[in-house]
């Protein structure tokens, strides 16, 4: 090797051994980084990717008694936000770490097979997310069925009014905050849908206009878990 080319190569090994993540991990993280996070009359929607995201993650938190941080960090190693609804809805079930089960499903490749040796009984498991298990109807419809279990339960929403929203197209985060904000005004969740969906009005001003401190939607989010009065074994 030429006395350049050497020193060149050497030069560009450097830099990669002295980043502080290396390059060939950064496909593994995903950013949740959020430029705006407070509501602007003047950009209305501006903060509404925030206000999605950290109601979910607020929600998940409460519902499974760990630290909001721990499951952004996750999010932010490369853990999708379906693994964690499984993960730590079968950990709440059957008693396992849920790090331990996200382990199995990457070995095994397959939450269906990761739940059986867990028995968990329906009762327990709740039908709708029994069956997306049996089927192996795909991570995102197990997710799914999930979130709708703990809605359900905690009163976020009921049942004709949850199936109308699913059949509208809603996921995860839009249902989770269209419920927070029907738990907390009263008013029907598909209305609130509605407004953001077919009249362009921002889930920041419907925020805005429930009066829930969007700095503070951790608590908000408790207390309204709290009313429910019912826990998710």
């Avoid at 501006?46 to 721990?70: C, E, G, I, M, R």
Wanted: charged share 20%.
């Amino acid at each position: 090797m030429q006395p350049l080319i050497r020193s060149s190569f050497s030069a560009a090994l450097l830099l990669l051994l002295l980043s502080p993540v290396p390059a060939l991990a950064l496909s593994a993280i995903t950013c949740h980084c959020f430029t705006d996070r407070s509501y602007d009359a003047a950009r209305p929607a501006a903060a509404d990717p925030y206000f999605l995201a950290t109601t979910q993650n607020s929600f998940f938190a409460a519902a499974f008694a760990v630290d909001k941080k721990t499951i952004v960090m996750k999010k932010q190693r490369g853990s999708s936000a379906e693994d964690l609804w499984i993960a730590y809805w079968l950990a709440a079930r059957s008693g396992t770490d849920p790090e331990l089960l996200l382990q199995d499903h990457n070995s095994r490749g397959s939450w269906k097979l990761v739940a059986a040796p867990l028995a968990i009984p329906v009762r327990s498991m709740g039908e709708r997310v029994a069956q997306a298990l049996r089927t192996d109807a795909g991570d995102g419809t197990i997710a799914g069925a999930i979130v709708d279990e703990l809605l359900l339960r905690f009163r976020f929403l009921g049942e004709p009014e949850l199936a109308a929203l699913r059949k509208a197209g809603t996921g995860n985060q839009e249902l989770i905050l269209a419920g927070l904000l029907a738990a907390r005004t009263r008013q029907p969740a598909m209305q609130l849908y509605s407004e953001v969906k077919k009249e362009g009005r921002s889930w920041g001003a419907l925020l805005q206009r429930a009066r829930l401190d969007t700095s503070n939607l951790d608590s908000e989010v408790r207390v309204l878990i709290a009313a429910a009065g019912r826990g998710i074994r």
